[in-house]
């Protein structure tokens, strides 16, 4: 009885941990990919082609614009429960939250910043604009403690023990 209490209570405590872990990496790659679409427009703004500046061009607002749209969706993600404070949010609820963050992470976070990354053309790859240490940054966030598949199914499995 006790020591099953006590195991229970680690599990919860572990399980707490790696979703409270999950949804700090999906933060860190929202900051990141701010920053990489903030550096972008900046970018856009100051690079003429046509005597027009870069930012005017269709296929460039194309590629901020969704990358903006990502970002506006990975924050939604973050913000579902921000409001309530983690020791009121049951494990499942915590888990599910910290999957779905870091998968839109992986989505929306990596596919902004490929998106910032494009506008600036060749020059995106050069490490002095910081963009691709940015979308590295990224790759290696989106398989660190658990890759989108291994999250996917744990997501499943969430689902289906919370079904009666």
């Known amino acids: 009885g006790a020591e099953r209490h ?5 599990e919860r405590s572990i399980e707490t941990t790696i979703g409270c872990d999950w949804l700090g990496q999906a933060a860190i790659a929202l900051g990141s990919a ?8 900046s970018y856009t703004r100051t690079r003429v082609q046509g005597g027009v500046p870069i930012a005017d061009h269709a296929a460039v607002r194309l590629l901020l614009g969704r990358a903006e749209h990502d970002l506006a969706v990975l924050t939604c993600v973050l913000d ?7 020791a009121e949010l049951d494990t499942p609820t915590l888990l599910r939250w910290g999957i779905d963050a870091r998968l839109a992470a992986g ?3 990596g596919r902004a910043v490929t998106d910032a990354l494009k506008t600036l053309g060749g020059y995106g790859y050069m490490d002095e604009y910081g963009l691709s240490k940015r979308l590295r940054d990224l ?3 989106r398989v660190l403690h658990g890759g989108p598949d291994q999250l996917l199914l744990l997501s499943h499995e969430l689902a289906a023990a919370a079904t009666p």
């Open 34 to 41: 701010e920053r990489a679409v903030a550096d972008a427009t």
């Open 6 to 10: 006590r195991g229970r209570a680690a």
């Open 107 to 109: 989505e929306q976070a």
């Open 139 to 141: 790759t290696a966030l």
């Open 80 to 86: 579902r429960h921000a409001r309530t404070p983690i």
